[in-house]
């Protein structure tokens, strides 16, 4: 049974940083692209990160536009572990935030949610002002 367990999410003031976790069971991690989404009340789940896995590819990282620069995506294999680093924090970050395993592939249906088969719970992220 696959499992995605994220940790991390918190009240953090704006222009904070927080670091999210990952931790995968259940699956070949290394097989895997991993990718972070994020959900805000009332809005549609959105592409935030994604890093492809190195047993089937280069390890190669992508962004939401809106978002380069400051959050930062890795994974540890030995860990099965997949992380955000997310710098200088606003309050239009507030979200759940969500970790989900899926196929390897270059195009645009990889930044959406139906490219990926697995999902976590979530974790909540609030930034305030």
């Known amino acids: 049974q696959v499992q995605l367990v994220e940790s991390g999410g918190r009240l953090v003031q704006a222009g904070g940083s927080l670091r999210l976790a990952c931790s995968a069971s259940?699956?070949?991690?290394?097989?895997?692209?991993m990718g972070w989404f994020r959900q805000a009340p009332g809005k549609e789940r959105e592409f935030v990160s994604r890093?492809?896995?190195?047993?089937?590819?280069?390890?190669?990282?992508y962004y939401a536009d809106s978002l380069k620069g400051r959050f930062t995506i890795s994974r540890d294999s030995a860990k099965n572990s997949v992380y955000l680093q997310m710098n200088s924090l606003e309050p239009g970050d507030t979200a759940v935030y969500y970790c989900?395993?899926?196929?390897?592939?270059?195009?645009?249906?990889?930044?959406?949610?139906?490219?990926?088969?697995?999902w976590g719970q979530g974790t909540q992220v609030t930034v305030s002002s």
């Open positions: 989900a395993a899926g196929g390897h592939g270059t195009g645009t249906y990889y930044l959406n949610p139906p490219a990926y088969a697995y």
């Open positions: 259940g699956l070949t991690f290394t097989e895997y692209a």
């Open positions: 890093i492809t896995g190195p047993r089937i590819t280069d390890v190669t990282t």
